[in-house]
């Protein structure tokens, strides 16, 4: 079964390079999108299995759908370039940050790993 997963990136050319990784793994991608509103508003038509959230959107952040993800039990990462930030700047538990510039391969890998943990619940 095609694992689906949310992309939320205000960066258009990062945005891009992402959904192109996802689906040259295999993902189905949600998005991608730039704004809370517009990541709520796929919520809304379908639930993802995981999501990628970059925590500085502009003006706002994505706290908001963080909590959200939490409500509807889907695990997510944050990327940011503002690791500390992140750590220091939300109530959010123990969450994944991946620092940018990243990895590709890496994020692939917690992104899998994430969907794992999930899907098994000897790991919750």
Known sequence: ??????????????????????ENEGFEVFGPVAAVDEALSLLERG???VAMLDYNLGRETS??????LDKISVPYIFVSGQVD???????????TVVSKPFDPDRLIQI???LITKNDNPIFQ
């Open 111 to 113: 992104i899998k790993d």
């Open 63 to 68: 706290i908001p759908l963080a909590h959200q």
């Open 1 to 22: 079964m095609t694992k689906t997963i949310l992309i939320v990136e205000d960066d258009p050319f990062i945005a891009l390079d992402l959904q192109d990784t996802f």
């Open 47 to 49: 639930i993802p299995d």
């Open 85 to 95: 930030r992140v750590v220091t700047g939300n109530d959010q538990r123990q969450q």
